[in-house]
């Protein structure tokens, strides 16, 4: 038996290959065939797959497997060959983005000049990379005219309309169909609990703030939670299984969503917090578990407001605060509407400014060779 085949083990289902590095991968039969790159199983102009997984039967196996250096080859029954490479597999397993970093009321966000974030790829990488991990950037030294939020397309992607305005102002109104148009206090929230898909980034455009008191307050969500299943895991589950109803609305438009407060992945991972004490409706009291949902809410209200996890600042004109809304709750504190303070903010979408750190990393690399 050679070392190469010793490399190469057939299991029922799968291969089990060591690679020169030492790396050990365990590799489906059907994950090999379907993740093909050869030009009959991919379009070549696009790097998409053509190849359908139906075409081959269900106990598919191989013919014959080889690993030369660091070159798999697998032989399959119609004759069709596999390549992988370990490199190809060890690629897989780089996260396209970096992982999160909890943060609490010691916690300052970057900041970054709006110029250099708009004009400067190398600014811009470091600029979403900071806010992958941590939720939350502030642009500075901003233009202050109104509109100026759609300038951010090109680095954040389109902006994510919704209903009332694609822009919105935020300053005192008598009229005004939300609380953020009057001058007290914002607790920590997310916008917009009341779609079904709340927006997941929000830039918050100072334009003017020259009223005493009203400093911005954030809080991370997603640590507050951690520390709410670290600690109390019932109180959790409840959030995560209550079908909870939220509203907004004005005289010409309706917003109404009904969804658990906190939303996993399939790993259990957080993946977003519906938070906003202020649009969420009252749950019938005859549902079950709603008395399990409202202690456990209390709790994490308890946590959201603890002054230990809060982050507070003082937005200036010409100030931009992005945060990731799924995740980073932002609030404010009161101030004195003699002075003027006045904001706007629009939406994106967390996809869209995750994926431009793809699209600046090509582009890094083709610069380079």
Known sequence: MSRADTLIRRQRDA??????????SCLPYLWLRDNCDCGECRVRQTSEKRFMISEVPEDLSPVAASLDADRLTVTWPDGHETVYSGEDIERLRVPRAPDWTPWDATFSPGRYAYRSFLA????ASETIRDFLVNGVVILEHAPTDPGTLEQLAP???PVREVLF????????????YNVAHTSIALPPHNDFASYSWPPSVQALHMLVNEAAGGD???????????????????????????PVPFREFDDDNE??????????????SIVA?????????????EVPGVADFYRAYRALCELVTDDAFKARFRLE???????AAHRVLHGREAFDSAGRRHLQDAYFEHDNVRNHLEVLRRKEMQAYG
């Open 120 to 123: 400067d790829d190398g600014i």
């Open 165 to 176: 305005a694609r822009i919105h102002d935020v300053q005192v109104d008598a009229d005004g």
């Open 255 to 268: 917003t109404y969503t009904v969804a658990p407060v906190v939303s996993c992945d399939t790993d259990d």
């Open 216 to 242: 911005s307050v954030i809080v991370d969500g997603w640590h507050v939670l951690t520390r709410l299943r670290d600690n109390e895991p019932r109180h959790f589950q409840a959030l995560c299984r209550m």
């Open 155 to 157: 680095r954040l992607g």
């Open 317 to 323: 004109g010409g100030d931009i605060l992005v945060v």
């Open 273 to 285: 917090l519906r938070f906003s004490n202020q649009l969420m409706q009252t749950i019938a009291p």
């Open 15 to 24: 291969l089990e290959v060591q690679w020169p590095s030492g790396q050990v």
